[in-house]
């Protein structure tokens, strides 16, 4: 018995126990829910700062055993407004002219050639072209076996050379130059340049530029270049800027730095105004080598991409 009286004793304090424990958790409930009764705001605001700034994906690209007559893979490349102003008249510019600063040409030596010079670009809207994204084209060393020049009376400086795709075909093309007011050079809108519609090919050298030539419109000259536009022929669309002392022209499409916008054949790569964390995406690029051009690591370039606000 008194065994049995002790646990009732204990089970009648656990009774009360637990009572307790549930009295102060609906007390504790009761004091949650008067708090939740009451509330109060606060404000937030968020001032952005003025940034005019584009991000251009990737940060590099490398070709590698890329064969003399061939392209190498297109690859993708992105330009996002990272600002917070819309961006517009998006263009592109590559040190070439800076790299390539002497005649490879014949040297057997990679080296002197620049990477950009052998890229070709294509924008969002064109669905088919590829252009030049800056490349140059530069003087034979003497006329070759069956060349017709057929030089305007008084030219007093001349360059002549292959404008030379990947698919192997070669346009020979010449620059004569201005009379005014430069005199003997070339950076004058009197200079002249014209290049054979034909490439030439295993039965026909055409090498005479007398016939069968479309002619440059020379658009614009300032003191180290004329500018110009072809409506027809392998430069069709294109821009040839020839230097000014008649030793080498500089073809693109995209480029609208200083007086290359002078060209009626450039344009800006994009137009329509990039929104901030917009991006245009469809760009592509690929190296595109000629043949007979020497193996080994070209000098590098860097491709510039420039945007205004719109």
């Given at each position: ?19 307790a424990l549930i009295f102060v ?128 009376a008084g030219v007093k400086k ?75 022929g392998p430069l069709k669309g ?73």
């Amino acid at each position: 018995m008194y065994t049995k009286e002790i646990f009732k004793s204990s089970a009648a304090g656990s009774v009360l126990t637990a009572g307790a424990l549930i009295f102060v958790l609906v007390l504790i409930n009761s004091v949650s829910l008067v708090a939740y009764d009451a509330s109060d705001n606060m404000t937030l605001d968020v001032n952005i700062s003025q940034l005019a700034a584009i991000e251009v994906l990737p940060t590099g690209i490398v070709w590698l055993q890329i064969v003399p007559g061939s392209n190498g893979t297109v690859r993708n490349v992105s330009v996002k407004n990272i600002g917070s102003y819309n961006m517009t008249d998006i263009y592109i510019d590559v040190n070439t002219e800076v790299k390539e600063n002497s005649n490879p040409v014949g040297k057997g030596n990679i080296s002197k050639y620049a990477a950009g010079g052998l890229m070709l670009f294509r924008n969002e809207t064109s669905t088919i072209d590829y252009f030049p994204l800056g490349r140059l084209e530069w003087n034979l060393s003497e006329v070759m076996d069956t060349e017709v020049l057929n030089l305007g009376a008084g030219v007093k400086k001349y360059a002549h050379g292959w404008y030379r795709l990947a698919n192997g075909n070669e346009y020979l093309w010449k620059l004569e130059n201005g009379t005014t007011p430069n005199g003997t050079w070339c950076n004058s809108t009197s200079a002249v340049m014209k290049i054979k519609m034909n490439p030439e090919n295993s039965t026909n050298y055409n090498r005479d530029l007398s016939l069968a030539t479309s002619t440059g419109s020379a658009d614009a000259a300032n003191a180290d270049w004329t500018f110009f536009s072809f409506g027809s022929g392998p430069l069709k669309g294109r821009c040839a800027a020839a230097y000014y002392d008649c030793t080498r022209i500089y073809l693109y499409k995209y480029d609208k730095a200083n007086g290359f916008k002078d060209c009626t054949s450039s344009a800006y790569m994009a137009t329509a105004n990039l929104t901030p964390g917009e991006r245009f995406d469809k760009l592509k690029i690929k190296a595109s080598i000629p043949r007979g051009t020497p193996a080994g690591n070209t000098k590098q370039s860097t491709m510039t991409v420039y945007a205004y606000i719109a």
